[in-house]
Nanobody, 120 residues
Framework: QVQLVESGGGLVQAGGSLRLSCVASRSIFSFNAMGWYRQAPGKQRELVAGINIGGRLNYADSVRGRFTITRDISKKTLYLQMNSLKPEDTAVYYC??????????????WGQGTQVTVSS
């Protein structure tokens, strides 16, 4: 099992910054991938940013150039630095990890979510 705990959400004005953190209950060194998703009211959950086991990054078009995903393996932590925030970034942000724990296929684990609200 893998537990993920997010923190760092809050209320910020448009143009401001926040940094989200996601601490895992075990080493993230061998995780297939980790990422940040978000879900706004009435909308589907969407991928914001991801990083795979090789360190390859991917971003949603809507956040590229404003958000940066990083990880600190020694601290078992995934980060999302969010700059130049816009009201449309308002959502609950979830940490995700795709992990292979033998026996069995890889599976996804989710954190509880952290609210980000951007005021105009």
């Amino acid at each position: 099992q893998v537990q993920l705990v997010e923190s760092g959400g809050g209320l910020v004005q448009a143009g401001g910054s926040l940094r989200l953190s996601c601490v895992a209950s075990r080493s993230i060194f061998s995780f297939n991938a980790m990422g940040w998703y978000r879900q706004a009211p009435g909308k589907q959950r969407e991928l914001v940013a991801g990083i795979n086991i090789g360190g390859r990054l991917n971003y949603a078009d809507s956040v590229r150039g404003r958000f940066t995903i990083t990880r600190d393996i020694s601290k078992k932590t995934l980060y999302l630095q969010m700059n130049s925030l816009k009201p449309e970034d308002t959502a609950v942000y979830y940490c995700n990890a795709n992990v292979l724990l033998t026996p069995g296929p890889p599976r996804d684990y989710w954190g509880q979510g952290t609210q980000v609200t951007v005021s105009s």
